[in-house]
Nanobody
């Protein structure tokens, strides 16, 4: 069983940076992948970024490329999402998700992840 706990959300101004974190407990073996997804009010869930826990390979959604960076600290069992140059369009609840055995084509699909955190609110004010 895997449990995920996000932290670090909050209110920031346009152009500022914010790092959110995801604590991972449980078994991280078996081609374990950690991803970040976000959902804004009235919008569909959107893939933000993902990372293969073992080798560190990263994947990014279009909205995150060039501005966000996903990383992990294996020893601390933490995953991070560094977000820069934030805009009001980045306002959403950000969820950490995890899954096993995801092929590259699947890492952007939320339905392929079996474990989800409760989410952390990120609000960007203009």
């Amino acid at each position: 069983q895997v449990q995920l706990a996000e932290s670090g959300g909050g209110l920031v101004q346009v152009g500022e940076s914010l790092t959110i974190s995801c604590g991972v407990s449980g078994d991280t073996a078996g081609r374990f992948v950690v991803g970040w997804f976000r959902q804004a009010p009235g919008k569909e869930r959107e893939f933000v970024a993902a990372l293969r826990w073992s080798e560190g390979t990263t994947y990014y959604g279009d909205s995150a490329k060039g501005r966000f960076a996903i990383s992990r600290d294996k020893a601390k069992r933490m995953a991070y999402l560094q977000m820069h140059s934030l805009t009001p369009e980045d306002t959403a609840v950000y969820h950490c998700a995890a899954g096993r055995g995801l092929i590259t084509a699947s890492v952007r699909q939320g339905t392929k992840y079996g474990y989800w955190g409760q989410g952390t609110q990120v609000s960007v004010s203009s």
